[in-house]
């Protein structure tokens, strides 16, 4: 197990504090010496084998710990939020060194994180817990896609929050859909024959701001695509994309992600799609997704 603290002896030298647990083993000077010299290598520790922890940095540090639990030959790894302590340069990089030991011992690692980032990119699948549930178990992706509850749905929250509005599934003009107070959401096929018994029950409707577009960026639109118009309030740059945040009917916050192209300022009057195909409708008392497979 690696903890967040690390918990180094602070008076044994690198060396002494990555072959503690085989010396109390009691594994033989030459498998020590084998052993230790793999995990200095591995984790890229060469050369500082006799300071002290104080003398080296918060991310050889962390390091460390993971040099110790690995000479071990350990069936699982334990991560306790191994990374919190580091700035988020150095975290950056301690998650692809973590990635690349990975591949390269090939054991099941055990990694706790409150950041969801972390959890996205370094996991093979993620186990959503919540007060002590497990809310969902699956590939980065599939959580991302196919949310089974309203916890899930907000899990990953970058960039922007995910919109989550009251709505009632309902039948309009022939076509089913549901009616928020941004307006009446249109489904694609699939979901319209997966709800066609539910018309007229109160629902959350959740979308991310990932499946939200501008108007003027496409010349024609699928069918199960609603057209709102939103009042411009304030545009945040994210780097190569911007976050917009409009407000639409009934007061609603509504955001959606353009790219830093788009020449969109405050108080501007936008039209914007919202993509039918990617609407996700949860019970409002079990919040679940009723469109879980």
């Known amino acids: 197990m690696v903890f967040q603290s690390y918990a180094l002896f602070p008076h044994m030298s690198v060396y002494d504090n990555i072959r503690f647990g085989l010396k109390i083993r009691k594994a033989g000077k030459e498998e020590i010496k084998r052993k230790c010299a793999w995990a200095l290598s591995l984790l890229n520790l060469d050369g500082i084998e006799s300071r002290l922890p104080r003398e080296i940095s918060g991310g050889q540090r962390q390091r460390v710990a993971l040099a110790r639990a690995l000479v ?16 988020t340069t150095l975290r950056d990089k301690a998650m692809e060194e973590l990635k690349r030991i990975h591949r390269q011992v090939g054991k099941t690692i055990l990694y706790v994180s409150h950041n969801q980032v972390e959890a996205m990119t370094m996991s093979d699948r993620i186990a959503l817990l ?22 899930s749905a907000s899990f ?17 003009t022939n076509v089913m859909g549901v009616s928020t107070p941004i307006g009446f959401f249109v489904f694609d096929k699939e979901a319209a024959l997966r709800t066609q018994a539910m018309a007229g029950s109160a629902v959350t409707v959740g979308i ?41 009917e009934n007061d609603t916050v509504i955001r959606f992600l353009v790219t830093r192209e ?10 914007v799609f919202i993509d039918g195909r990617k ?5 409002p008392l079990r919040r679940t997704n009723l469109f879980s497979k």
Do not use: C, W
């Not at 071990?72 to 700035?87: F, T």
């Not at 929250?157 to 509005?165: A, N, T, V, Y």
């Not at 609407?279 to 019970?283: K, N, P, Q, S």
């Open 130 to 151: 919540n007060a002590g549930r497990l809310e969902q178990y699956d590939t980065p992706r599939t959580v991302y896609d196919e949310p089974r509850t309203l916890f």
């Open 208 to 248: 991310r701001p990932q499946n939200i577009a501008r108007a003027d960026h496409y010349a024609a639109r699928r069918y199960s695509d609603t057209m709102v118009t939103l009042n411009v309030e304030l545009v945040q740059s994210l780097g190569d994309r911007s976050l917009v945040v409009g407000r639409g």
């Open 72 to 87: 071990l030959d350990p069936e699982v790894l334990l991560l306790d939020e191994p990374l919190s302590n580091l700035d």
């Open 279 to 283: 609407i996700h409708l949860f019970d």
């Open 156 to 172: 990953y929250r970058q960039p922007g929050h995910e919109i989550f509005l009251k709505g009632r599934s309902s039948m309009k």
């Open 262 to 271: 788009d020449d969109i300022g405050p108080g501007q009057r936008l039209p």
